[in-house]
């Protein structure tokens, strides 16, 4: 069977885990894009492509690829992802989906048969993750009532264009925020957010956009959920993923992956490492990728998909709303 062709559109960081990630999947990095040659060439280096572009629209007219990832910033995604969705291309998106809720919107319609979006929520490929999801689902914890996810980088935050309002769109709030409200939603079968109320601030750098993000939801299936986030703050009470579920029957919780039932001794998984180690945290997008190359070859629908990054997006517009009027955000939903 022929290896699925990829191409990347950003060159920085991520698309590293990425290039490893189609490597590792089965499929074939061809092509990537980047206005900044340096960075382009050096990715192209690392890992033996040769086709590099300047710009998307040359990549899909020299065709030959099937697939591509998104993985620039922010104000880039929707024109980027239109375009290829446009040209029949199924595409990775890195989160969050876009700048706004519109734009998210523009995004999904722009969907073909032939050509979806996946969202890049990694965290939903993590074996901690999975085990609580399924003792949400088989019922192991009971009922949930409450969910606390935390996405916070202890002592250190980015630069470049994640601290630059007009590419970014936000800080903590769209960097970091949409893995916890992501998470949230999945452990929980993904329901639809009733309310939120947020504070956002920037205490720890002098900077033009957030570096801290407190949220609470409520959803439509009555547990509420709680996210903090945030960059360079002194403490991280676990690595960007972690994530406690209280339920009526149990407590369960991430690194360490421990289950709490009343009058009985806590229970470590003892498969499960108590910190986010590299090759964990690559294992997150080699299997996001898997995922991926399934629907590309038409075997399986993206999960999460465009509606999921629509919602993630409508909570974090509401998030700053809230934020800037004191007011808890309503959705119109009923509980």
Excluded at 241 to 256: E, H, K, L, M, N
Aim: a negative charge.
């Amino acid at each position: 069977m022929t290896r699925p062709r990829l191409a990347i559109a950003g060159t920085g960081y991520i698309a590293d885990y990425h290039a490893r990630a189609v490597a590792t999947a089965g499929g074939e990095l061809v092509a990537a894009v980047n206005h900044r040659a340096q960075s382009l060439d050096a990715l192209g280096e690392r890992y033996g492509f040769r086709r590099r572009y300047l710009d998307l629209d040359h990549l899909i007219a020299d065709g030959e690829v099937d697939a591509l990832i998104v993985a620039t910033p922010n104000a880039l995604h929707a024109e980027q992802t239109v375009r290829a969705l446009e040209a029949g291309l199924p595409v990775l998106l890195e989160k969050p989906m876009a700048m706004t809720v519109a734009e998210s919107r523009a995004i999904a319609a722009a969907e073909r048969p032939d050509a979806k979006v996946m969202l890049a929520h990694c965290l939903r490929f993590d074996p901690q993750v999975r085990w609580i999801r399924d003792l949400v689902r088989d019922g192991t914890l009971g009922r949930p009532v409450h969910t606390t996810a935390h996405a916070i980088h202890a002592g250190f935050g980015p630069e470049g264009w994640f601290a630059d309002p007009a590419l970014a769109g936000g800080g903590a709030m769209m960097d970091l925020a949409v893995h916890a409200i992501d998470l949230s939603r999945f452990l929980l079968g993904d329901p639809q957010p009733v309310s939120v109320t947020a504070r956002c601030g920037t205490h720890y750098r002098d900077l033009p956009v957030d570096d801290t993000a407190i949220l609470m939801i409520v959803w439509d299936n009555g547990v509420t959920s709680g996210v903090e986030a945030g960059w360079w703050h002194p403490h991280a009470p676990g690595p960007t993923g972690s994530i406690r579920v209280s339920g009526t029957d149990a407590y369960a919780q991430t690194f360490p992956g421990m289950l709490v039932r009343p009058e009985a001794e806590p229970e470590r998984v003892a498969a499960f490492p108590a910190e986010l180690t590299e090759p964990a945290l690559q294992h997150r997008y080699d299997e996001q990728m898997r995922a991926f190359l399934e629907t590309v070859a038409g075997q399986d629908e993206p999960a999460p998909d465009s509606a999921d990054g629509i919602t993630s997006m409508e909570i974090i517009e509401a998030a700053y709303a809230s934020s800037a009027s004191g007011e808890t955000v309503h959705f119109g939903r009923g509980q």
